[in-house]
Structure formats: C-alpha cells, structure tokens
C-alpha cells in the first residue's frame, strides 16, 4: 500500500516541459503539506519544493525557482509540479511526500510523514 503515487516522469531535451503528479490514496491532501523531492545518482536527496496545509503557500529551491511551479488541485486529491525550461542536471529521482498540518513547508526541511515510491525523470538531448 503505497499513500502516494507519483506519475509523469519521463525522457525530454534540454529547455522541455514536463508535469509531474502527485495523487493521493487513502487519505486527502487537503490538510497536508506536499513536497517534491528529488535525488540524483551520487547525490544526497534534496527538497525540490513545496505547498503549505494552510493557505497554499509555496517554496522552492533556488535551482528550481521561476522554472518550476507547484499547485494542489483538491476536488482531485491531486499535487502537480509543473517543470519548464529543463536542464539536464534536473534528472533525477522524484519524490512527493506528505506532512500532516504542515503550514509553513518545515518538512520540506526536516522531514515528511509519507512518501511516494518516485518517478524518474531524465534531460537529455
């Protein structure tokens, strides 16, 4: 039983698109933080960005800011991380995960409750 599936991920060329899915099973996301990490070969994982349990607000990682763009769409119980402008050192492993009554994205940070198996993703000409 896996609390989150993570969907979308692919093969695209450098300067590409692609929407990662987040979609939550058993339970709502309304009341949790969604974040996306992701973890590259050889590399430790890293918080990639983040949407709050209260009002929605959103981080992200300076690597990803103004290229990337999170949202929640709950009537779908469903988080998306809308990726632009790829480059190729974004391949990686992505993961969502699940803080409950998170409302400022510290899981982000220091951990998450639950967590999606990953989806790959791969920038490559």
């Known amino acids: 039983q896996l609390p989150l599936v993570e969907s979308g991920g692919g093969l695209v060329q450098p300067g590409g698109s692609l929407r990662l899915s987040c979609a939550a099973s058993?339970?709502?996301?309304?009341?949790?933080?969604i974040g996306w990490f992701r973890q590259a070969p050889g590399k430790e994982r890293e918080g990639v960005s983040c949407?709050?349990?209260?009002?929605?607000?959103?981080y992200y990682a300076d690597s990803v800011k103004g290229r990337f763009t999170i949202s929640r769409n709950n009537a779908k119980n469903t988080v998306y991380l809308e990726m632009n402008s790829l480059k190729p050192e974004d391949t990686a492993v992505y993961y969502c995960?699940?803080?409950?009554?998170?409302?400022?994205?510290?899981?982000?940070?220091?951990?998450?409750?639950?967590w999606g198996k990953g989806t790959l993703v791969t920038v490559s000409s």
């Open positions: 995960a699940a803080e409950l009554y998170d409302s400022s994205c510290r899981g982000l940070y220091y951990g998450m409750d639950y």
């Open positions: 949407i709050s349990s209260n009002d929605d607000s959103t």
């Open positions: 058993g339970f709502t996301l309304d009341y949790y933080a």
